[in-house]
Each structure stands twice: as structure tokens, then as C-alpha cells.
């Protein structure tokens, strides 16, 4: 749930406030609390990712997985205290830039589900237009070339995980 409700928001507003388009971006004007969450989701020296990948080589799942949540609710916190519907009106442009932000943690959190969940992983990177080419481990890279593209055109949002709850005892 966690996952896919930061999914389908982001997506679901890019989709209403983008045209259907990877939002605008300005590094620029790059605050902390971007600059925090994509050192969280893409590979650096000591962030989350490298943490997932050297626990991948040694077997340890549950690591993994714990980093990907992680990433997800910082992700999810991140949306909620930028208020990306309450820019829409006040700073357009700083909605693009926090819509950007979200949609690159889920290209970065989609690429490292896929030993996990690759169908699910694999529609939320179609979703956001990522090529075939580039959903190895390495576009995790800051640098790298994976990065969404402002103004790609994406697809409409389709739900990728369907919610789940739990039957009463």
C-alpha cells in the first residue's frame, strides 16, 4: 500500500497538473529536503541504495526490502509536507520540481523492486516512461543517464498494486 499509494498520487498529478508530461525541473532552485530525497534514492557513497545492493549480494531480502520501504515512506512524508495540490495555486513552478522529485524516487524504488515484484516494477517504469535499456541497477547512479527527462511524454496512470487488507478474524 505504501508503494503504490505514492504511485498513483504522484503519477495521478503529473497526469492532471503536467499534461501527461515528466515535470519541470530546476536545480537551481534545488531546496534540502529534494536534495535529501534523492541522496536517499540514488546511489551514492553511503545512502540507502548501495545499503540495498550490498545486502542483495549477500542474500539478506528482508534488508532489502526494508530499504526500498523506507525510501517509499520517506517518499510518501515528502509529498505530504511539500504539498505538491497546495503549490498547484501558490508556486506552480515549485509543484513541478517537488512532482519530479516524487517521480524520480519511483523510477529509483521501481528499479530496485524488480527482483521482487518485476511485473509490478515493470508497469510503474513503463508508467514513467523509462526505456527497456535503462532499468539495470546502474541507472541507479546519479549521473548515470537514467534520469527522467522533463517533458517526456508519460502514459495515463494505471493502479499497479492493488490494496490490501485484511480479512477480519
Known amino acids: ?77 515528502y509529498i505530504d509536507e511539500s504539498a505538491p495540490w497546495t503549490l498547484k495555486k501558490e508556486d506552480p513552478a515549485r509543484m513541478h520540481a517537488v512532482l519530479y522529485h516524487l517521480a524520480e524516487a519511483i523510477r529509483c524504488i521501481a528499479l530496485m523492486l524488480q527482483p521482487f515484484t518485476p511485473d509490478a516494477a515493470s508497469k510503474l517504469l513503463t508508467q514513467l516512461g523509462v526505456s527497456e535499456n535503462k532499468r539495470s541497477f546502474n541507472y541507479l547512479i546519479s549521473g548515470a543517464g537514467g534520469e527522467l527527462v522533463s517533458g517526456d511524454p508519460l502514459p495515463k496512470p494505471e493502479g499497479v498494486f492493488p490494496r490490501l487488507v485484511a480479512e477480519a478474524a
Do not use: H, W, Y
Open 1 to 77: 500500500n505504501n508503494i503504490g499509494n505514492l504511485a498513483q498520487r504522484t503519477l495521478s498529478m503529473i497526469a492532471k497538473n503536467c499534461d501527461g508530461k515528466v515535470p519541470m525541473r530546476d536545480d537551481s532552485k534545488l531546496k534540502p529536503e529534494d536534495a535529501a530525497l534523492m541522496e536517499l534514492v540514488r546511489v551514492t557513497d553511503k545512502e540507502t541504495p548501495k545499503r540495498a545492493r550490498e545486502a542483495m549480494q549477500r542474500c539478506k531480502f528482508n534488508d532489502v526490502l526494508g530499504a526500498i520501504l523506507e525510501m517509499s515512506t520517506k517518499a510518501n512524508q
